[in-house]
């Protein structure tokens, strides 16, 4: 079977239990966590930064946690997040004057690098930083919350992002944020993604074992 990664999103966990929650994601099967950082000004909520993410890296975690940047301007969180234990930072390249001085910040930092796309963020943007790039994020939802409907035409985007990088002949994952559920994930794998974000699909079931297995078992098919 190919190299799956799911990605729980704590956006959608009991804050107030967040290292058991973490655990017991974990437990389940989860492979990294997915860490939304929200600041009310690129995006309108506002959420955690890296205080919590070093809180849950000192709790014993030793997953990967990967930082999806959702804030503006982001050049000096970076230092803050790498050193507060995350493995991958990503960033939308709408809110970075300068995208390949940030990609380069972020590897200097230790930590894998990505950009993230909104639905409505065209691919070309990828052209010239290709070589820098560890992961390519595909927002399929706007971003700022939890729980939307996943986009359809993501798919097709999908599709195109995985023959850039086929073409590339880099091992650049492919992520996929938004709407994700058991009854999807097939279908976005198949179009090429191979990391999956799951908040509300996950979270907002008592069993997170359960939905990880059946996530699993979709991709298995
Ligand atoms: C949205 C966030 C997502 C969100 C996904 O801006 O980037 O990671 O938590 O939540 P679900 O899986 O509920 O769509
Ligand atoms: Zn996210």
Request: aromatic share 6%; hydrophobic share 45%; charged share 20%.
């Amino acid at each position: 079977m190919k190299d799956y990664l799911i990605a729980p999103s704590i956006l959608a966990a009991d804050f107030a239990r967040l290292g058991d929650e973490v655990e017991r994601v974990l437990a389940g099967g989860a492979d990294v966590i997915h860490f939304d950082v929200m600041d009310n000004h690129y995006v309108p909520n506002l959420t955690f930064g890296p205080m919590v993410c070093k809180a849950i890296r000192d709790f014993g975690i030793s997953a990967p946690i990967d930082v999806h940047l959702m804030v503006k301007p982001v050049d000096s969180l970076i230092p803050q997040f790498a050193q507060a234990g995350a493995s991958i930072i990503t960033f939308h390249p709408e809110a970075s004057e300068h995208i390949d001085r940030s990609l380069a910040l972020i590897k200097e930092q230790g930590c894998k690098a990505g950009l993230v796309l909104n639905p409505a963020t065209p691919l070309h943007i990828l052209e010239h930083v290709m070589d820098k790039l560890d992961v390519i994020l595909l927002m399929s939802v706007n971003p700022g919350f939890g729980g939307q409907s996943f986009i359809p035409h993501t798919l097709e985007k999908l599709r195109q992002t995985r023959a850039l990088i086929d073409a590339s002949g880099r091992d650049i994952r492919l992520e996929v944020d938004g709407g994700i559920k058991v009854d999807n994930i097939a279908e976005v794998a198949a179009a090429g993604a191979d990391m999956f974000v799951a908040g509300s699909a996950i979270f907002n079931q008592p069993d997170y074992k359960a939905v990880i297995t059946q996530m699993r078992d979709q991709l298995a098919k």
